[in-house]
């Protein structure tokens, strides 16, 4: 009857630590998507934020981009796996924003770079309006008399 009392007992015993390790893995997995949806709201709110964003000039734009560039590069190494999903919240809030994204939409250079990061559809800008740069393209011609060598 003693050996029935001891082998009830630890096998309850272990019952209680196996519920209390699932209870933990189920808290741990909710804390786990909790931070993930968090980092996909803030991507969406960010990304809102850049969309409406005008800057003043264009050193305090040049500015905004680096800081953004330069927390999203933190958070990768910090967090992998909230770094991938805040970049999952700012390609649907960029895909949102390119359905109704037009000639009224006056985003700058530093915009359509970034977007076309998170958005492959924003690659069209750089098509639609090349970059100017500096140099000159001239086509010039110089008439030449050609020379013919024959033998017969």
Known sequence: MKTLKTVITALLFTMSFSIYAQNSEDTAKNASVDKMSYYEKRAKEDAKFEQKFKAENTDEEESFWEEQKAYEKE?????KKAYRAYIRGKRDAYAEHYEHCDSHCHHG?????????YYYRYDGYYYKHPNRGTSINTNVRLRTPRISVGLF
Do not use: E, G, I, Q
């Not at 958070?75 to 967090?79: F, I, Q, S």
């Not at 250079?109 to 990061?117: I, K, R, V, W």
């Open 109 to 117: 250079h530093h915009y359509y770079n970034h977007a076309s990061f």
């Open 75 to 79: 958070l990768k190494k910090r967090d």
